[in-house]
């Protein structure tokens, strides 16, 4: 373990802004394993892989709940800094690891990751939710991830389809979920939230919380790994396009559990035994 105790109001501050920063969190050896499940997915690419559109000359590549993946990441999710880190934050003892996502950013000029939240692409709903942001670089405050403070208790908008001419273009645009806002044109007006990060440190943030990705430059390399948990009061959340309960063929090898919940009744615990509990 790193010895890193997280401090008593962590709790009452992730549960306020949705959103918080742990320096140092991470020992050598978790950071080693981290490492090791990173090299991983970028050897063995998912379904999801796909280079997102930089707007530049530089690449954004990320891949994200690759069904083969749960082996390799074993080890890292139960790392007592990992597990135990999100159940102290949640003051709950249960915790179910969802599914991994990697980015990298490098090889020149990328463009902003879009204001948006993860909630609107996960068909699950509840308080006990948590993306840890894993970076093996140094960034650098003007480089980080950005946090709207507080907006995980505020409006479910709408997706952003990552648009390079439209940053709030909706991916569902049914009228179900509000389009998002344009913040990056008022950002004065959002209280917005960052922080510079060492290989080590994480960033821990609620899936509806408003976040979006500064650009990187020439010469700067942002290589990141987010790993997304849930808890006891997680339940299914029927999202726009949900899969019909009759569909076939969801419980055959090589299909994601979170492809399963989203055939499951709105409310209905977000279980499966494909996603394992790590604490």
């Excluded at 280079?51 to 082996?71: I, V």
């Excluded at 913040?183 to 060492?198: F, H, K, L, Q």
Aim: net charge negative; with cysteine.
């Amino acid at each position: 373990m790193s010895g890193y105790t997280l401090p008593r109001e962590s709790h009452g501050n992730y549960q306020r802004d949705g959103v918080v920063y742990v320096p140092g969190a991470l020992g050598a050896d978790t950071m080693a394993l981290a490492e090791t499940a990173y090299a991983w997915s970028l050897a063995h690419p998912g379904p999801g892989a796909a280079e997102l559109p930089a707007k530049g000359d530089g690449t954004f590549y990320q891949d994200l709940a690759n069904p083969q993946s749960f082996a390799s990441y074993d080890s890292l999710v139960r790392a007592p800094d990992i597990c135990g880190l999100i159940s102290a934050l949640w003051q709950k003892p249960e915790v179910w690891f969802m599914y991994e996502q990697v980015f990298t950013k490098s090889g020149g000029d990328t463009r902003r990751t879009p204001w948006h939240q993860d909630s609107p692409y996960l068909p699950v709903a509840g308080n006990d939710l948590a993306v840890m942001w894993i970076s093996f670089d140094s960034v650098d405050e003007p480089y980080a991830l950005e946090f709207v403070r507080g907006s995980h208790r505020g409006t479910l908008y709408d997706g952003s389809t990552f648009d390079p001419n439209d940053d709030t273009a909706p991916i569902y645009g049914d009228g179900s979920l509000p389009r998002l806002p344009d913040i990056e044109s008022a950002r004065d007006e959002w209280p917005i939230v960052s922080w510079a990060t060492e290989p080590g440190d994480v960033v821990i943030f609620h899936p509806a919380v408003l976040h979006g990705g500064a650009p990187t430059v020439p010469g700067l390399t942002r290589r990141t790994l987010s790993l997304r948990f849930f808890g006891e009061d997680a339940v299914v959340a029927q999202r726009p396009g949900a899969i019909p309960p009759e569909t076939s063929g969801l419980n055959k090898p090589g299909v994601h559990p979170l492809t399963r919940m989203r055939a499951r009744a709105q409310g209905t615990p977000f279980r499966d035994p494909g996603f394992p509990q790590v604490a």
